[in-house]
T-cell receptor, first 110, second 114 residues
Framework: KNEVEQSPQNLTAQEGEFITINCSYS?????LHWLQQHPGGGIVSLFMLSSGKKKHGRLIATINIQEKHSSLHITASHPRDSAVYICAVGMVGSGYALNFGKGTSLLVTP | DVKVTQSSRYLVKRTGEKVFLECVQD?????MFWYRQDPGLGLRLIYF???????EKGDIPEGYSVSREKKERFSLILESASTNQTSMYLCASSLWGTNPYEQYFGPGTRLTVT
């Protein structure tokens, strides 16, 4: 089983700040997901990556396969970014199930 | 757009009741998953299925069973609900071929067992 660690657990930022959430995992993976969960429960996929870097709007995700580490960055944060951000990894042979980190709860204040 | 729906958003059941949670996806996905989410523990895999009538245990299958009679529908069954099964239950699906790890999630069912 892949141990997935996220940091920080909780994060409060002021609107406009640059935010970084980190994820590390213990075993080689086939893919890494960054997910967003707003209050109320629905989970949406932000990024899936297996190497390099992806950007979508103000969100950037990077992964370093050798160091088994990924980061999610939010530039120019906004109160609507307030949510729980979850890192999840998939491994070959796992039946395509994901192992999840415990999540990072982000609050962006005006 | 992929749509994954779950039968209820909120459910309250009594201890000992048999509980059915239904999940339906409309994109012909082969893989379907049931997770539960608890504060401080994150999402944990209960069961998954990669084909009709096929099922595999996840990390925490005790107290649960599943049924997949049709490709689009994956049911989670609590044979005799207990208070420690109070949780948020999330269903997900993914396509076998191109990107099997890209899971699409339902809105969740918040189950309370009293």
């Amino acid at each position: 089983k892949n141990e997935v660690e996220q940091s920080p657990q909780n994060l409060t930022a002021q609107e406009g700040e640059f935010i970084t959430i980190n994820c590390s995992y213990s075993v080689g993976i086939s893919a890494l997901h960054w997910l967003q969960q707003h209050p109320g429960g629905g989970i949406v996929s932000l990024f899936m990556l297996s190497s390099g870097k992806k950007k979508h709007g103000r969100l950037i995700a990077t992964i370093n396969i050798q160091e088994k580490h990924s980061s999610l960055h939010i530039t120019a944060s906004h109160p609507r970014d307030s949510a729980v951000y979850i890192c999840a990894v998939g491994m070959v042979g796992s039946g395509y199930a994901l192992n999840f980190g415990k999540g990072t709860s982000l609050l962006v204040t005006p | 757009d992929v749509k994954v729906t779950q039968s209820s958003r909120y459910l309250v059941k009594r201890t000992g009741e048999k509980v059915f949670l239904e999940c339906v996806q409309d994109m012909d996905h082969e893989n379907m998953f049931w997770y539960r989410q608890d504060p401080g523990l994150g999402l944990r895999l209960i069961y998954f299925s990669y084909d009709v009538k096929m099922k595999e245990k996840g990390d925490i299958p005790e107290g649960y069973s599943v049924s997949r009679e049709k490709k689009e529908r994956f049911s989670l069954i609590l044979e005799s609900a207990s208070t420690n099964q109070t949780s948020m239950y999330l269903c997900a699906s993914s396509l076998w071929g191109t990107n099997p790890y890209e899971q699409y999630f339902g809105p969740g069912t918040r189950l309370t067992v009293t």
